[in-house]
Nanobody
Framework: QVQLMDSGGGSVQAGGSLRLSCAAS?????MAWFRQAPGKEREGVAS???????TYVDSVKGRFTISRDNTKNTLYLQMNSLGVEDTAMYYC??????????????????WGQGTQVTVSS
């Protein structure tokens, strides 16, 4: 069992930046960030394997950067050039399955409690 605690959300103006963090109680092969906006389905935003291979959803490519510090079991999401469309509850997630599945956006067993990101125009 792995516990995740995400943090770093807040309110920013469009064009601003935020950095989300997720502290894990243990090591996992795959880690990812998901988000869910009101009235919308949850979507995968970015994933990263234990070796550092990353995948992004098209809408955040070039603006968001996912990274992890395996020595600290911590996941990060640097979000730049935020737009109102990025407003959502962001969740970190982790899984022990093969790194080949990291970007499948399904089957993640461990979830953080969520951190709210609100972008105003």
């Amino acid at each position: 069992q792995v516990q995740l605690m995400d943090s770093g959300g807040g309110s920013v103006q469009a064009g601003g930046s935020l950095r989300l963090s997720c502290a894990a109680s243990g090591y996992t092969y795959c880690m990812a960030w998901f988000r869910q906006a009101p009235g919308k389905e949850r979507e995968g935003v970015a994933s990263i394997t234990s070796a550092g291979s990353t995948t992004y959803v098209d809408s955040v490519k070039g603006r968001f950067t996912i990274s992890r510090d395996n020595t600290k079991n911590t996941l990060y999401l640097q979000m730049n050039s935020l737009g109102v469309e990025d407003t959502a509850m962001y969740y970190c997630a982790a899984a022990h399955f093969s790194p080949l599945r990291c970007a499948s956006w399904s089957g993640y067993a461990y979830w953080g409690q969520g951190t709210q990101v609100t972008v105003s125009s």
